[in-house]
């Protein structure tokens, strides 16, 4: 049972406009949630996350939003550039120790058109 | 430059190979981790190490073996893999009372 949902597999977004990728969680538990950006033959990045308690963190041009009620958030890239072309995974993790696994989604294949 | 490297690359081994991958952190961390991550699949936690001590083993195969010698050095051996095995291995690093873990670029992986 995934508790980690990125429900479309790819995104097609023209150079400038805004990006957003979803992703809807399960587990009630989970109380910080984390996006990661991976393009091919290398490791995911770690691009930006988010804490329970907030709703809204911004970097750059880097926006991730967190509706609790929902269990949904968000990741919004404005303005979309070519080179944001990667596959975005969002991550989950529960409150334990500080080593607390991280519950991937399948990830979302961003293609910006030039 | 993501601090976390991994060797080798690329890895093409037949089943009754013994082989062992490598990862080294250099960012201080003292938690490692081991993904594997299959085609069209999620990332599958295997093992996880903090102070060099296993703390979680996803109900990985035996023909998995992990060794953690120090905080900054994670090994995963392997021996009789089966051509499902065939994916990306990937390391990673976290440091404790943080939750962002840091990638290594991965070991690509072909049983044959």
């Known amino acids: 049972d995934q508790q980690v949902k990125q429900n479309s597999p790819s995104l097609s977004v023209q150079e400038g406009r805004i990006s957003i990728l979803n992703c809807d969680y399960t587990n009630s538990m989970f109380d910080y949630f984390l996006w990661y950006k991976k393009y091919p033959a290398e490791g995911p990045t770690f691009l930006i996350s988010i804490s329970s308690i907030k709703d809204k963190n911004e970097d750059g041009r880097f926006t991730v939003f967190l509706n609790k009620s929902a269990k949904h958030l968000s990741l919004h890239i404005v303005p979309s550039q070519p080179g944001d072309s990667a596959v975005y995974f969002c991550a989950a993790s529960a409150p334990n120790s500080g080593n607390t696994p991280l519950v991937f989604g399948k990830g979302t294949r961003l293609s910006v058109i030039a | 430059e993501t601090g976390v490297t991994q060797t080798p690359r690329h890895l093409v081994m037949g089943m009754t190979n013994k082989k062992s991958l490598k990862c080294e952190q250099h960012?201080?961390?003292?938690?490692m981790y081991w993904y594997k991550q299959s085609a069209k699949k999620p990332l599958e936690l295997m093992f996880v190490?903090?102070?060099?001590?296993?703390?979680e083993n996803n109900s990985v195969p035996s023909r998995f073996s992990p060794e953690c010698p120090n905080s900054s050095h994670l090994f995963l051996h392997l021996h009789t893999l089966q051509p499902e095995d065939s994916a990306l291995y990937l390391c990673a690093s976290s440091q404790d009372q943080t939750r962002e873990q840091y990638f290594g670029p991965g070991t690509r992986l072909t049983v044959t």
């Open positions: 190490y903090s102070l060099e001590e296993r703390v």
């Open positions: 960012l201080g961390h003292n938690a």
